[in-house]
Nanobody
Framework: QVQLVESGGGLVQAGGSLRLSCAAS????????MGWYRQAPGKQRELVAT???????NYADSVKGRFTISRDNAKNTVYLQMGSLKPEDTAAYYC??????????WGQGTQVTVSS
């Protein structure tokens, strides 16, 4: 079992920045993929960004050039640095990890609201 604790959400004006954090209770050694997803009201959950154990990253087209995903293995934490935020980025953001045995876990979500 892996516990994920997310933080860093909040209310920000368009053009502003936020950094989300997701701390895992399990050592990063057994986690081969970490990612951020988001879900806006009335919409399906969508991928925002992922990062592998080797540091390879993948981003949704809508956030490329504005968001950066990173991980700190010493702190068992993955981050999502969000910049140039837009109202359409408003959503609940969820952290997800996938272990080496392909088991996946989700965080409880943190709300990001971007005002115009």
């Amino acid at each position: 079992q892996v516990q994920l604790v997310e933080s860093g959400g909040g209310l920000v004006q368009a053009g502003g920045s936020l950094r989300l954090s997701c701390a895992a209770s399990k050592t990063m050694f057994s986690i081969n993929l970490m990612g951020w997803y988001r879900q806006a009201p009335g919409k399906q959950r969508e991928l925002v960004a992922t990062i592998t154990s080797g540091g390879s990253t993948n981003y949704a087209d809508s956030v490329k050039g504005r968001f950066t995903i990173s991980r700190d293995n010493a702190k068992n934490t993955v981050y999502l640095q969000m910049g140039s935020l837009k109202p359409e980025d408003t959503a609940a953001y969820y952290c997800k990890v996938r272990l080496s045995d392909w088991t996946a876990y989700w965080g409880q979500g943190t709300q990001v609201t971007v005002s115009s």
